[in-house]
């Protein structure tokens, strides 16, 4: 692999991301001297950022608030980018591409843990994550999905895409009295606590819990989930790593990368070693 060698995330704020550990230990295990950084751009900077690089650079891996300005600047989507509006990677090149990684991160993140189908499913929250989660929970064979946010209604704008997966979507308040799912997807942000009245209620009949956020862990919701599975953001994080470095390799995210179940290991190491 020669030519464009130079990666990067970009986002804002970006000097918490964990990106450049995981990467870098991954490269140097498969043998690629290619170097990955990260930088902070906004989104008023994106464009000029993007039009600014050299043929040196082959991709770049993207946080927010950059994921839909990058989503309008593609020119070829993957299913997952055009499903939740979101890019989240680029393959750079005559032909910009852009990738979606977080639903199959959060697919990638259930499976690890043994959960290998979900049927009903409930998303704590409707910011930018649930768009991902929604179709992630679509992928693992979901067809009834309920979002709880404080202002149901944010969750509306997703019924296109739930219709289009065929998903039926539910709205309610975090307090409206809850039916049992096989998953819960919370997706509020990081250091939110839930009032004991509402946390308690929710993770009695939750299923297994994915906790996007994953710094400081456990979440308060996570401390206090009963299921035997509650799986940590920093699955997701890994494993879309994991498929952006497939897409950055052959620009194939389902194409394993060679000892590949080594390669996760080395990750995970590098990634919570901070």
């Known amino acids: 692999m020669t030519g464009r060698t130079r990666l990067a995330v970009w986002g804002d704020p970006i000097g918490h991301s964990r990106s450049p550990q995981l990467h870098t230990a991954a490269y140097r295990h498969l043998g690629l001297e290619w170097t ?12 000029p950022a993007l039009t600014s690089l050299d043929d040196s650079w082959r991709g770049l891996s993207l946080t927010m608030p950059l994921k839909e300005v990058a989503h309008d600047a593609v020119d070829e ?21 852009g990738f979606n990684t977080d639903v199959g991160g959060i697919v990638d993140a259930f499976t690890h843990a043994g959960v290998a189908e979900v049927r009903r499913a409930r998303i704590l929250g409707a910011g930018a994550t649930a768009a991902s989660a929604l179709v992630a929970l679509s992928d693992l064979g979901a067809t009834e999905v309920e979002f709880r946010a404080r202002r149901p209604d944010a969750a509306d704008r997703l ?7 065929g998903v039926q979507l539910r709205t309610a308040d975090f307090r409206a009295p809850a039916s049992d799912v096989d998953a ?4 509020l942000p990081s250091g ?19 906790e996007a956020a994953y710094a400081p862990w456990p979440s308060a919701l996570a401390a206090v ?29 389902q194409r394993e990368l060679p000892d590949e179940a ?13």
């Open 36 to 47: 990955y950084q990260r930088r902070q751009v906004d989104r008023a900077g994106f464009v």
């Open 77 to 97: 989507l993957d299913r997952h980018a055009a499903l939740t509006g979101a890019v989240n990677t680029l393959l750079l090149g005559e032909t910009l591409r």
């Open 159 to 165: 019924r296109p895409t739930a219709e289009a997966l």
């Open 184 to 187: 819960t997807v919370a997706t």
């Open 192 to 210: 939110t606590v839930l009032d004991t009245d509402i946390a308690m209620p929710l993770a009695a009949v939750g299923g297994t819990l994915f």
């Open 225 to 253: 989930w009963p299921s035997p599975t509650v799986i940590s953001g920093f699955e997701m994080l890994l494993f879309q790593a994991v498929r952006q470095i497939r897409i950055f390799r052959d620009g194939d995210q």
């Open 262 to 274: 080594v390669t996760v290991d080395i990750m995970r190491s590098a990634g919570m070693g901070d």
